[in-house]
Structures are given as C-alpha cells and as structure tokens.
T-cell receptor, first 110, second 117 residues
Framework: QKEVEQNSGPLSVPEGAIASLNCTYS??????FFWYRQYSGKSPELIMF????GDKEDGRFTAQLNKASQYVSLLIRDSQPSDSATYLC??????????FGSGTKLNVKP | ETGVTQTPRHLVMGMTNKKSLKCEQH?????MYWYKQSAKKPLELMFV???????ENNSVPSRFSPECPNSSHLFLHLHTLQPEDSALYLC????????????????FGPGTRLTVL
C-alpha cells in the first residue's frame, strides 16, 4: 500500500501570513506530486503539480519537492480567508495510479 | 457543459435498490476514474479506465460495477449496497500521453453524495 501522510490540522494562520502545508510519501517510485484544494461539500480542485526536485511557483503558491526525503510541501503566501479549505496531497505512482493523503484543513483568520 | 459533470448530485437508496451514477467529461481526455471519499479518510481509487479499457480495480466489492462505453462517459452501477458505502463518489478524468506521464493531471467532477439506508 502506498502511504501519503498529511497532518490533519487544522492549521490556523492570520490573514497575510505564509501557510505551510506538508506531505510525506512512502514509495520512492512515485513520479509526480499534486496539490488539490477542497472546499467543504465540493470536489477537489487542482492547484499545481511538481515532479522535479526543488521549487515551483505559481502566483501565491509554491510547491517544494525533496525526493531524497520523500517530502513535498505547499506554501501559500499572503494567505486570504478564501484560502480556508482542506488541502489534499496526491502522489502519482506507476502510470495513472494516484494516491491521496487525508488532507490538511487550513483556517485563515481575518 | 464544461469540465467533468456527474449526475445525480445526491442519491438516497435502500440496501435492496439498484441505481447508477453517471459521469461525463467534456475535456477530450482518454482516461477516467472513480473515487470514493468517506469522512476522515483519504480519497480511495476504485476504478481506472484508459481508452475505455479497465486497467485498475482496486479490490472493490462486486456490488459496485463500472461501465465505460466510450472515452467521454463513465457509469457506476450500484446494487445491494451497505450503509458503510455511504460516501461522496467522485469521477475524474485525465489525458494520458505516452512518454509525458509525469504531467498527467486529474480533473474532478462535483461528485455524487450517496446515502444508503
């Protein structure tokens, strides 16, 4: 079984701060990594993906990947109350098999 | 319609009923997926179809029966379900490109909230 671990939270940050979300995975054969945002009662929405070591930036979001440590993170700069949601980490392994973490709930306080 | 659509959005059924969930993707993708999302649990991959062929059945009980008549449509047929099958059922699609698999990303439909009484 491929494990994807996330702290369930909730992670509370003040508006304007940087939110840091973390994810670890068990299988070194994992090929690419995804961050999804899921609002309560809604379906997951893709934020970004990464497959090379290092950082990848998209607007206020930065994904960081460290394959040696089997660790992927998502930084949200200038956090807004509208960023309050559950963030799902997904790992793609072996063609099109995806494994998801349980998600981290983020609360951004005005 | 755009993206991935699912019907119905909500479904309540008894344990002896037979019902079907429908998913349609308008993205021109060639792979489709069924996931189950239960409270406090990670999304569970149930079935994968590539080019209409089932390539994954993640030890799903036979009371769930998928059908993929073409690359745009996916069904999940339900019969004699149990109360523990109550969950959000999500359909997703992606474009699988040989040799560029690392960038294959999934897009989800809105889900069907299923309640089994």
């Amino acid at each position: 079984q491929k494990e994807v671990e996330q702290n369930s939270g909730p992670l509370s940050v003040p508006e304007g701060a940087i939110a840091s979300l973390n994810c670890t995975y068990s299988d070194r054969g994992s090929q690419s990594f995804f961050w999804y945002r899921q609002y309560s009662g809604k379906s997951p929405e893709l934020i970004m993906f990464i497959y090379s070591n290092g950082d990848k930036e998209d607007g206020r979001f930065t994904a960081q990947l460290n394959k040696a440590s089997q660790y992927v993170s998502l930084l949200i700069r200038d956090s807004q109350p509208s960023d309050s949601a559950t963030y799902l980490c997904a790992v793609r392994y072996n063609f099109n098999k995806f494994y998801f973490g349980s998600g981290t709930k983020l609360n951004v306080k005005p | 319609e755009t993206g991935v659509t699912q019907t119905p959005r909500h479904l309540v059924m008894g344990m002896t009923n037979k019902k079907s969930l429908k998913c349609e993707q308008h993205l021109g993708h060639n792979a489709m997926y069924w996931y189950k999302q239960s409270a406090k649990k990670p999304l569970e991959l149930m079935f994968v179809y590539n080019f209409k062929e089932q390539t994954e059945n993640n030890s799903v009980p036979s009371r769930f029966s998928p059908e993929c008549p073409n690359s745009s449509h996916l069904f999940l047929h339900l019969h004699t379900l149990q109360p523990e099958d109550s969950a959000l059922y999500l359909c997703a699609s992606s474009q699988v490109v040989r040799g560029r698999a690392r960038t294959d990303t999934q897009y989800f439909g809105p889900g069907t909230r299923l309640t089994v009484l």
